[in-house]
Structure formats: structure tokens, C-alpha cells
């Protein structure tokens, strides 16, 4: 009777059955990306001939565990709702947590009050990893999840130089993508609308933009910068500015869809058609992107894949937790490819 009297079988049987180590078959049972698909089909067929049962509440108390993940997004309501990105970003986060049996928290934090009650929540343990997207260079929330001992992992990153783990599109090379397509398009006056400067993704594109115009071998020129804040209405206000500025601006490279949706109104207002006298590029290649008039060409970033790669990674580091293993000096980092997508509006 395989050695065991009355009773539920134990892990350490399913391990002997299987040949591998109890922690290899907690990892599997805790839904760890770090197991062979060979070690995971033994561990099933071990668990099915013994007929063992999980107990969820044990692993729960055993390793604080409560099959819960916050993810934090420090927006409004309103643009979280109108921002294409956070839907699909979520998307991706939520069919990856479905699949381990997780249950996802979604958290809006836009005020220094709320962050605080935030972390006296973290602080309670009542969930076990924590996701942070859209993150400004001066956020210290993700040092003070990693504080309070919880895996964490950033959709984005503060800075090039970044100490915790997070999962990034390639910024920089979008925009030299889209200027590199502009100037092929025989565009020479290719005016830019960067996101906020406090956050990298905004510094990154404008990076890219920079570096697209030298080796196109125009010349920077400044006047050609404006700075947006990601929404459409930031979008126009930087549209208008650039028109004041540079009446004879050929192209506009902005570093969103919402964005280039709020330029391309600016510029209609203005009489300017697109793309015959102002050429529009995007970045997301989002819903918006395919319903403008004439639809936007716009740099694909994996958005929903970066939503499950980052999943992936922080049930990782929850599974490594629970097996009390101590998680590599190097946080994980991943940076995804990025793709132009070139419709009517270049």
C-alpha cells in the first residue's frame, strides 16, 4: 500500500512516486514556470495513481499564501477606462493569473493618502505579489513593496537603470522606427509630442526620435518638441503649440495613439490634411489606431503579452518564495520587440 496507512497522501509520496524533490512538486502544484514539461507530467501522473488533494488552506497559512495579486495602476478612473493600453495590458495580466487560480486586485493609487493605505494593505499581507504599471521616475512604491518582503514586478521601468524587476517594450527603438519610416517618406520637418518626462517610456520614445533624426541626418531642433501627458486632450494642447511654432511642420511623431487622435483633431481644425501635408505617426497600434480617419500608422508594442510576461515572472518569484528559496541577486528584466504598422496617415 506504498508504505502509508489511513490517511490523505502526502507530498513527500507524490515526490517519491514522481523521482523529483518535494520542492520540484510544490513548484508545480504552485503553477511555477520553472519545471520541464517532462517533470510536469511525471509530478500529474504521481498526483492522479495517489489521488492526492492540495489543501489550499494549509499552503495558504504555511506560507502566507493568499492565491492573491494586487495590480497597481496609479490613474484616474477616466483614463483608465479611455486608455486602450491599460484594457489590453489587463487582459493579458488577468488570462495569465486565470490559469494559475489567482485572483486579481485592481488598485488605483493617485494620491500620496492612498498609496500610504495602500502599503499598511500590503503591509497586512493580503496579497501575495503586486504588478505596478504606468510608474513615474520618483514613485517610491516600488522599493516599498520590495520593503515589505512581496514580489513584485513593473510594467515599465523608472529609469534605464532600474532595481527592479519589470517587463519593457523597446521605446527607443520605436521611435527611431518612426522617424526612420517619415524621413523614407520623404518627410524633413518631423515634429515630435513626448509623454511626460518623469517617466522613462516618455524620455525612451523622445531617445529614439533623437537618435532616428541623426542618422536620417537632420538636424535636432528643439522647437519641434512638445511635451504631452499620454491623453488625447494632451495630445491637442501640444499640436496647437507645434502649428504656432512651425507653421511648415511635414510630420508629427507621437508617443501614443491617444495622442496622435488628439493631434490629428488639432490638425484638422487647422486645415492641415493627413497625410498629404502633415504625415501622423502613433505608438501601441491600439483600437484607436485602426479606427482614426485615415487610420494611424502606429509602432506595436506587445501590450498583452507584456501583461502575461510580467504575470509570469511574478509567479516565479511567489513560487520561489513559497519554496523558501532565495530569488537570483539579478532581478528578472525583459524587454519585448516592437513592430511600425503603416496604414494612411504616412
Same mark, same amino acid.
Given at each position: 500500500?506504498?508504505?502509508?496507512?489511513?490517511?490523505?497522501?502526502?507530498?513527500?509520496?507524490?515526490?517519491?512516486?514522481?523521482?523529483? $524533490?518535494?520542492?520540484?512538486?510544490?513548484?508545480?502544484?504552485?503553477?511555477?514556470?520553472?519545471?520541464?514539461?517532462?517533470?510536469?507530467?511525471?509530478?500529474?501522473?504521481?498526483?492522479?495513481?495517489?489521488?492526492?488533494?492540495?489543501?489550499?488552506?494549509?499552503?495558504?497559512?504555511? $506560507?502566507?499564501?493568499?492565491?492573491?495579486?494586487?495590480?497597481?495602476?496609479?490613474?484616474?478612473?477616466?483614463?483608465?477606462?479611455?486608455?486602450?493600453?491599460?484594457?489590453?495590458?489587463?487582459? $493579458?495580466?488577468?488570462?495569465?493569473?486565470?490559469?494559475?487560480?489567482?485572483?486579481?486586485?485592481?488598485?488605483?493609487?493617485?494620491?500620496?493618502?492612498?498609496?500610504?493605505?495602500?502599503?499598511?494593505?500590503? %503591509? #497586512?499581507?493580503?496579497?501575495?505579489?503586486?504588478?505596478?504599471?504606468?510608474?513615474?521616475?520618483?514613485?517610491?512604491?516600488?522599493?516599498?513593496?520590495?520593503?515589505?518582503?512581496?514580489?513584485?514586478?513593473?510594467?515599465?521601468?523608472?529609469?534605464?537603470?532600474?532595481?527592479?524587476?519589470?517587463?519593457?517594450? =523597446?521605446?527607443?527603438?520605436?521611435?527611431?522606427?518612426?522617424?526612420?519610416?517619415?524621413?523614407?517618406?520623404?518627410?524633413?520637418?518631423?515634429?515630435?509630442?513626448?509623454?511626460?518626462? =518623469?517617466?522613462?517610456?516618455?524620455?525612451?520614445?523622445?531617445?529614439?526620435?533623437?537618435?532616428?533624426?541623426?542618422?536620417? $541626418?537632420? %538636424?535636432?531642433?528643439?522647437?519641434?518638441? #512638445?511635451?504631452?501627458?499620454?491623453?488625447? @486632450?494632451?495630445?491637442?494642447?501640444?499640436?496647437? =503649440?507645434?502649428?504656432?511654432?512651425?507653421?511648415?511642420?511635414?510630420?508629427?511623431?507621437?508617443?501614443?495613439?491617444?495622442?496622435?487622435?488628439?493631434?490629428?483633431? /488639432?490638425?484638422? @481644425?487647422?486645415?492641415?490634411?493627413?497625410?498629404?501635408?502633415?504625415?501622423?505617426?502613433?505608438?501601441?497600434?491600439?483600437?484607436?489606431?485602426?479606427?482614426?480617419?485615415?487610420?494611424?500608422?502606429? /509602432?506595436?508594442?506587445?501590450?498583452?503579452?507584456?501583461?502575461?510576461?510580467?504575470?509570469?515572472?511574478?509567479?516565479?518569484?511567489? #513560487?520561489?518564495?513559497?519554496?523558501? @528559496?532565495?530569488?537570483?541577486? @539579478?532581478?528578472?528584466?525583459?524587454?519585448?520587440?516592437?513592430?511600425?504598422?503603416?496604414?494612411?496617415?504616412?
Amino acid at each position: 500500500m506504498n508504505g502509508r496507512r489511513n490517511g490523505r497522501p502526502t507530498l513527500e509520496e507524490v515526490a517519491a512516486l514522481a523521482g523529483v $524533490g518535494r520542492g520540484t512538486v510544490s513548484r508545480v502544484i504552485n503553477g511555477s514556470p520553472r519545471v520541464s514539461e517532462q517533470t510536469r507530467d511525471a509530478v500529474a501522473r504521481a498526483v492522479a495513481e495517489l489521488g492526492y488533494v492540495p489543501n489550499q488552506a494549509a499552503r495558504a497559512l504555511a $506560507g502566507s499564501r493568499t492565491d492573491a495579486v494586487a495590480l497597481v495602476i496609479p490613474e484616474t478612473e477616466a483614463r483608465l477606462f479611455a486608455e486602450p493600453y491599460f484594457l489590453d495590458l489587463m487582459r $493579458g495580466v488577468s488570462a495569465e493569473l486565470a490559469d494559475a487560480d489567482k485572483q486579481l486586485l485592481l488598485t488605483l493609487v493617485r494620491t500620496e493618502q492612498e498609496r500610504q493605505r495602500f502599503e499598511q494593505y500590503l %503591509a #497586512a499581507q493580503r496579497v501575495d505579489g503586486v504588478l505596478l504599471a504606468s510608474v513615474h521616475g520618483d514613485d517610491p512604491l516600488p522599493d516599498r513593496v520590495r520593503e515589505l518582503g512581496l514580489p513584485v514586478v513593473m510594467n515599465g521601468r523608472r529609469a534605464e537603470a532600474e532595481p527592479v524587476a519589470y517587463v519593457d517594450s =523597446d521605446n527607443i527603438g520605436a521611435g527611431r522606427a518612426a522617424v526612420a519610416h517619415l524621413v523614407g517618406r520623404g518627410r524633413a520637418r518631423i515634429a515630435t509630442i513626448s509623454g511626460p518626462l =518623469d517617466m522613462y517610456v516618455a524620455r525612451a520614445r523622445l531617445g529614439g526620435y533623437r537618435a532616428g533624426l541623426a542618422e536620417a $541626418g537632420l %538636424a535636432p531642433d528643439e522647437s519641434l518638441v #512638445a511635451t504631452g501627458d499620454f491623453t488625447e @486632450e494632451g495630445g491637442r494642447l501640444a499640436m496647437r =503649440d507645434l502649428l504656432e511654432r512651425n507653421p511648415d511642420l511635414d510630420a508629427v511623431f507621437a508617443a501614443s495613439d491617444v495622442m496622435a487622435a488628439g493631434a490629428r483633431s /488639432v490638425l484638422r @481644425e487647422a486645415g492641415r490634411r493627413v497625410p498629404e501635408d502633415v504625415a501622423l505617426v502613433g505608438v501601441d497600434d491600439s483600437a484607436v489606431a485602426r479606427l482614426m480617419d485615415p487610420p494611424l500608422t502606429s /509602432v506595436r508594442q506587445p501590450i498583452e503579452e507584456m501583461g502575461r510576461t510580467m504575470t509570469r515572472l511574478l509567479l516565479q518569484k511567489i #513560487a520561489e518564495k513559497a519554496d523558501g @528559496e532565495r530569488t537570483a541577486e @539579478e532581478e528578472p528584466r525583459r524587454v519585448l520587440p516592437t513592430e511600425l504598422i503603416v496604414r494612411d496617415s504616412s
